[in-house]
């Protein structure tokens, strides 16, 4: 398995352009997350999905948007990029059968953005 | 909502040392208790972690002990080495999310 990965790496964006970070996990993980890592913090989350087609915001969710169309991707979309979303993106999985919370997460090696 | 304090941000040790890193949450429901290990330019991986119906966790030069009542836990590496060198996160989760501390940047001393 490759588990969880994520393009591109790097990505230099100016202010006010979109993009799209791209994230895949092929361990059949029903739940994935979407966190941001600023310098010196720990890791926040965006956004989550407890499974296709079911999404929700986490604790710093303001000029992101997610999808989740399938079990194995979980795509975060930046609209109008602003200096504040410079950060390091992380994506996360963690199973959720057949046992009660909470789950383990695993973490793919993340999207270095700077919105210049 | 849910907050961990984790402390020290920096620690140094000398190779072979023991190093102690400390985390306390608020949310009394929490009752998972993840350590991660994140190298430079990688994602956070999972090293250790504890569940609220256990007080203590090793594995083999890792160990990791929870206080309930006192709401903290701690990470406690023995006879460190190079490779250690690393920055390392605790979290707390109640029901699906995890909340993270601010992480500890620990380097050790040959």
């Known amino acids: 398995n490759a588990g969880v990965t994520q393009t591109p790496k790097f990505r230099i964006l100016k202010i006010g352009q979109s993009m799209t970070l791209q994230c895949t996990q092929d361990?059949?993980?029903?739940?994935m997350y979407w966190y941001r890592q600023d310098p010196g913090m720990g890791l926040k989350l965006i956004y989550y999905?407890?499974?296709?087609?079911?999404?929700d915001k986490g604790e710093v969710p303001n000029g992101y948007n997610v999808s989740r169309s399938t079990t194995e991707d979980f795509p975060l979309r930046l609209e109008l990029a602003a200096p504040s979303q410079t950060s390091v993106y992380f994506c996360a999985s963690s199973y959720s059968k057949p046992r009660p919370p909470p789950y383990e997460q695993y973490f793919g090696p993340g999207t270095r953005l700077t919105v210049t | 909502g849910e907050n961990v304090e984790q402390h020290p941000s920096t620690l140094s040790v000398q190779e072979g040392d023991s190093a102690v890193i400390k985390c306390t949450y608020s949310?009394?429901?929490?009752?998972?208790f993840p350590w991660y290990k994140q190298e430079l330019g990688k994602g956070p991986q999972l090293i250790i972690d504890i569940r609220s119906n256990v007080g203590e966790k090793k594995d083999q030069r890792i160990a990791v002990t929870l206080n309930k009542t006192a709401k903290h836990f701690s990470l406690h590496i023995t006879e460190t080495q190079p490779e250690d060198s690393a920055v390392y996160f605790c979290a707390s989760q109640g029901a699906q999310k995890l909340v993270f501390g601010q992480g500890t940047r620990l380097t050790i001393n040959p």
């Open positions: 999905s407890v499974g296709a087609g079911i999404t």
């Open positions: 361990m059949n993980h029903n739940y």
């Open positions: 949310d009394s429901a929490s009752n998972y």
